[in-house]
């Protein structure tokens, strides 16, 4: 089974703090994304990754940064952690073939707190 | 923007009763996927419909998808309390999809009553 897994499931940060969110793949996938979840919004694509160090913004990158050093695990990075940075974080891979889309699969999320 | 919608944005119905749920999207599409949300949790893929085909069985689940309407249908038949969860639809950008991403729907939530 894909396993994504995700550095926490709930974490307390202050506003202005630098924030890591990690999240490991361990089934070789190409693609990796950041999604944030918000009632009412649904799931927005902050940032995906197509390959090791290459990375493309999505919808909301503001205020985010991601760094892929490795094909296995993909980092959301909160340059200065703001309280309208507080959400559900989901991250998830796939497999890739030219543009066609794959299944995603998700880890079981980060709830973040800015305080 | 490709963001699906997905209508109603909530359902309750009885145990053993049928849930619909319909997607209604924007553009031309390579395939249409349905995820699974438990509460508080990561989403669960759960079908792929491709945009050749009308419909698809998987268990309890029926896909259908109609392209020439941009619509797709979720149907889960004789409902569980365990099926209580929040369901999403998700479609690539056909022709401009970019690299596997996909573009998800706000959901609905389904609730089923024991």
């Known amino acids: 089974d894909v396993k994504v897994t995700q550095s926490s499931r709930y974490l307390v940060k202050r506003t202005g703090e630098k924030v890591f969110l990690e999240c490991v793949q361990d089934m070789d996938h190409e693609n990796m994304f950041w999604y944030r979840q918000d009632p009412g919004l649904g799931l927005r694509l902050i940032y995906f990754s197509y390959d090791v160090k290459m990375k493309e913004k999505g919808d909301i990158p503001e205020g985010y940064s991601v760094s892929r050093e490795k094909k296995e695990r993909f980092s959301l990075i909160l340059e200065s952690a703001s309280t309208n940075q507080t959400s559900m974080y989901l991250c998830?891979?796939?497999?890739?073939?030219?543009?066609?889309?794959?299944?995603?699969?998700f880890g079981p999320g980060t709830r973040l707190t800015v305080t | 923007s490709q963001q699906g919608e997905e209508d109603p944005q909530a359902l309750s119905i009885q145990e053993g009763e049928n849930a619909t749920m319909n997607c209604s999207y924007k553009?031309?599409?390579?395939?249409l996927q349905w995820y699974r949300q438990n509460s508080g949790r990561g989403l669960v893929h759960l079908i792929l419909?491709?945009?050749?085909?009308r419909e698809k069985h998987s268990g309890r689940l029926r896909v259908t998808l109609d392209t020439s309407k941009k619509s797709s249908s979720l149907l889960i038949t004789a409902s569980r309390a365990a099926d209580t969860a929040s369901y999403f639809c998700a479609t690539d950008a056909g022709r401009g999809s970019t690299l596997g991403r996909l573009y998800f729907g706000r959901g609905t939530q389904l609730t089923v009553w024991p």
């Open positions: 419909i491709r945009s050749n085909e």
């Open positions: 998830a891979s796939s497999t890739s073939r030219g543009r066609i889309s794959y299944e995603q699969y």
């Open positions: 553009t031309s599409i390579n395939n």
